[in-house]
């Protein structure tokens, strides 16, 4: 195990790299603003963390999808298990010893790698020591499983939070009334009370949130495209760490204006925009650059991350947080991939192949996800319906050992000349 | 086909009965003459599905199950792709090939992603006419019990609808008293295994416990009387160098277990949904309650799958097994992308270590029958197990 400062010094890496990127941002006219704006806010998040135990505040870790809404309003400090081990593997260069580490441990290496590296990461000690452990079945057995190791590993007490299948009446009651014993649990561990005026103006900055998401996803129909290609991570991960926090709806505030700007302007991300393409599932996010690139070479952009960026209809409601909370889970863009597999998952990604005016698509294939993977058939199936060739690319998230970057320029080079062809 | 470690080789006619059952699966005899009376057959895909339900409404359920050896998967990999494990591609594979053509329906439960997809890729891609999941908590807390007592409730009453009938208390307690027999025979079989001299294998075991769930229990109770009775009257042993448990992922293939004993480590018992984990645990009728919370009660608190929480729940069975069989090493077979086990694994290596218990661990795919390279790794495992003492 190594010690405190060793620890302490791999997540200063995150802040020291994102603070160094914010700052270089500053002022440079072809850099977003909301670019600035988000690296400034993941190192005020991982600064907080670095000096979380010594002012004397609670640290819970949770896994993905959790409502971190609740966290905030009780003043509790969240640390993002997967995304926490996951930065700490990119800003320090270190996944592939993470990856190693968590061999070393016994875990399989068909497991989800981000969950690799967190055990990893946690073996290694590169984390701090959270108060409590959270955790959810949201949205695979792997996030099901992920909270346990860190318990065991860090000594610390935990909540698992059981979020049912299906999205009966029956099975929403049930899912409120486990978050009240999980508010109920946080109390006992952290001493501090909910404070419920605090949740509500969290949903409210939620549901301001989402329905900037919502404008924001919108925009994407523009050809060409205003949207950076690589931003739906950003959206995904300040809903991860933010939700309900008002820098969260600055930065989507910025972003959506900006984006505005870009289609007054005429400008669009490929010029001239040749092939709109639909993402599916996560890109290996080390060759984000390396895809985005190759795309941009054939004039193909990324304009629609139905995974990432559909959020369900719905409005939050501040008088009922508990509610919101609950629904806000349901509305997740992700959940269509959650409970029986239907006609909302294969509605949504007509609907959005056709508003977003789709040449094809591309389907990350991550090797860890098996639930995504199993409806890579039927979504072919039902794209070829509506004309759309669907490029399915294997690879993992995190480990490009597993898809090398050549592979993959090669794969998307055939594609888009396949598009070119039609 | 490696030979099983007896030294005393009686022939056991109950269990070629249930090896004929076996071999003949899934088109056996059984099968076919209850459609022929007009009746139905419904297969289930995970043991958190509520069989009594489906017999009491005059349903014969039978386990889906995959190749019982390892096979070229094409039509597996291509529906459900290759990196979900090679049981739901296995079972997948046999259905989008007609070979469980004869099924009314099909069952599932929320239990793990592999089986939740395979249930959506089934009910896609196969037309087989009644489909149901149920959502199965994760927890094992009063209202967990609660949602899944309100899950098998509109489970059964989606089967009424279907079938346009209703499904009474008196049947529901006739299933389970079939099905407690069946679980009670089984725990007598499962005991002469805690004899010195187990009288039968673990490979014959598993003939009887794949054969349980492709017939109608009835039929099954009587074989497997037959069967205590013949080895009661029988004086059969087998030479062994460790008794050992088999733990992990979904498994049925006698022959696996063939090769471990080849190698002289008998196999006295195990943590497989398709053996203890199948059968442990009846069903408790009593006037507090009524037969469908009975069941729904025993089914979420069965000896748990990987997939609940908190996991120490399994561990501690485990070890109960262990002690209570006298088990001198375990061995762990996972199947590839079983991702619930593979999670579980290193936490039980280090849970059974602290009870001086060795693990084997064996990454595996469904259906595989023990290849050298496994002989090679029990042979080692059961060198290290005899060097201990």
Redesign the interface.
């Known amino acids: 195990m190594i010690g405190s400062e060793e620890k302490k010094s791999r997540i200063k890496t995150i802040v020291r790299a994102c603070r160094l990127i914010a700052r270089m941002s500053k002022g440079r006219p072809e850099v977003l603003e909301s670019h600035r704006i988000y690296y400034q806010m993941l190192a005020d998040y991982y600064d907080r963390l670095l000096n979380a135990q010594e002012e004397g505040e609670f640290v819970a870790a949770h896994t993905i999808f959790f409502p971190v809404e609740i966290l905030y309003a009780m003043d509790i400090v969240p640390m993002h298990t997967e995304l926490t081990a996951w930065m700490t593997a990119l800003f320090s260069g270190s996944y592939a010893d993470l990856l190693s580490t968590s061999a070393e441990?016994?875990?399989?290496p068909?497991?989800?790698s981000p969950?690799r590296v967190l055990t990893g990461a946690l073996a290694a000690g590169c984390l701090p020591r959270p108060n409590v452990m959270l955790w959810s079945?949201l949205i695979?057995?792997?996030s099901?499983?992920?909270?346990?190791?860190v318990m065991?590993m860090s000594g610390c007490s935990g909540f698992?939070l059981?979020c049912?299948?299906?999205q009966t009446d029956?099975?929403n009651r049930?899912l409120k009334?486990?978050l009240e014993d999980m508010i109920y649990f946080l109390e006992k561990q952290s001493g501090r009370k909910m404070n419920w005026d605090k949740l509500s103006d969290n949903i409210a900055q939620s549901d301001r949130q989402i329905e900037l998401y919502r404008k924001i996803n919108e925009l994407r129909q523009t050809v060409p495209s205003p949207f950076p290609p690589q931003d739906f991570l950003k959206l995904f991960t300040v809903d991860c760490f933010f939700a309900g926090q008002p820098e969260a709806t600055n930065y989507l505030e910025t972003f959506h204006q900006e984006l505005l700007e870009t289609i007054r302007d005429g400008r669009g991300m490929a010029s001239p925009e040749r092939f709109r393409v639909m993402s599916i599932g996560m890109p290996p996010v080390l060759l984000l650059g390396a895809i985005e690139k190759v795309s941009l070479e054939y004039g193909a952009v990324s304009v629609a991350d139905p995974f990432f960026c559909n959020w369900g209809e719905g409005r939050l409601d501040p008088q009922k947080p508990l509610d919101s909370v609950m629904k806000k889970i349901s509305m997740h863009p992700v959940m269509v991939m959650y409970g029986?597999?239907d006609e909302r998952l294969l509605d949504m990604l007509i609907n959005c192949a056709k508003q977003h005016k789709i040449d094809g698509t591309i389907n990350y294939?991550h090797?860890?996800?098996?639930?995504g993977?199993?409806?890579?058939?039927?979504v072919k199936d039902v794209l070829n319906e509506i004309d759309v060739p669907m490029l399915i690319l294997d690879c993992d998230i995190i480990d490009t050992t597993i898809a090398p970057e050549e592979e993959i320029r090669e794969k998307l080079r055939q594609f888009f000349e396949l598009l070119e062809d039609r | 086909m490696t030979d099983s470690p007896q030294t005393n080789n009686v022939e056991l006619h109950a269990l070629d009965r249930f090896r004929e059952i076996n071999n003949a699966f899934p088109k056996t005899a059984q099968i076919l003459e209850h459609k022929s009376q007009g009746k139905q057959v419904f297969g289930w895909l995970c043991t958190y599905v509520p069989e009594e339900v489906i017999h009491a409404a005059g349903i014969l359920p039978v386990r889906v199950t995959g190749y019982s050896q390892e096979m070229e998967l094409e039509d597996g990999n291509a529906y459900l792709y290759i990196n979900n494990c090679s049981f739901s591609r296995s079972c997948l594979q046999m259905g989008i090939r007609g070979e469980y053509d004869f099924l009314n329906g099909v069952v599932g439960g929320s239990t793990c992603d592999g089986a939740r997809r395979l249930f959506d890729v089934w009910r896609y891609y196969i037309k087989t006419p009644f489909h149901h999941v149920l959502t199965v908590p994760r927890k094992y807390t009063q209202r967990a019990h609660d949602l899944y007592y309100h899950q098998v409730a509109q489970f059964k009453q989606h089967l009424e609808e279907f079938l346009g009938i209703q499904i009474t208390d008196e049947q529901l307690c006739q299933s389970t008293e079939v099905y407690n027999e069946a679980r009670a025979l089984l725990k007598s079989l499962y005991d002469l295994r805690k004899l010195r001299n187990p009288p039968i294998t673990g490979a014959e075991t598993m003939e009887v416990l794949n054969a349980s769930f492709r017939m109608p229990k009835e039929l099954f109770n009587s074989y497997l009387r037959q069967l205590l009775d013949e080895l009661a009257a029988s004086s059969r042993s087998h030479k062994y160098r460790a008794r050992l448990m088999v733990v992990g992922s979904v498994m049925n293939n006698p022959e696996f277990i063939k090769a471990i004993e080849a190698q002289e480590g008998l196999v006295v018992t195990d943590e497989l949904c398709t053996s203890t984990r199948y059968w442990s645990d009846p069903v408790v009728l009593d006037s507090d309650k009524t037969p469908l919370e009975a069941i729904s009660q025993r089914y979420l608190n069965n000896f748990p799958c990987a997939r609940m929480v908190p996991s120490d729940e399994r561990f501690n069975r485990v070890i109960d097994l262990a002690r209570d069989f006298k088990v001198e090493g375990v061995i762990s077979q996972i199947i590839r992308y079983c991702v619930p086990y593979a999670h579980d694994l290193p936490l039980l290596i280090d849970r059974l270590k602290a009870q001086g218990i060795p693990t084997l661990a064996l990454d595996v795919e469904y259906g595989t029958s023990g290849s050298g390279q496994i002989q090679t790794r029990v042979q080692a495992f059961l060198e290290m197990l005899e060097a201990r003492r």
């Not at chain 1, 441990?105 to 399989?108: D, S």
């Open positions: 441990v016994g875990l399989a068909e497991i989800c969950y079945n695979c057995d792997n099901a499983k992920g909270g346990e190791p065991d698992f059981d049912p299948f299906q029956y099975e049930y009334e486990e029986p597999l294939a090797v860890g996800c098996k639930q993977a199993a409806t890579i058939k039927i």
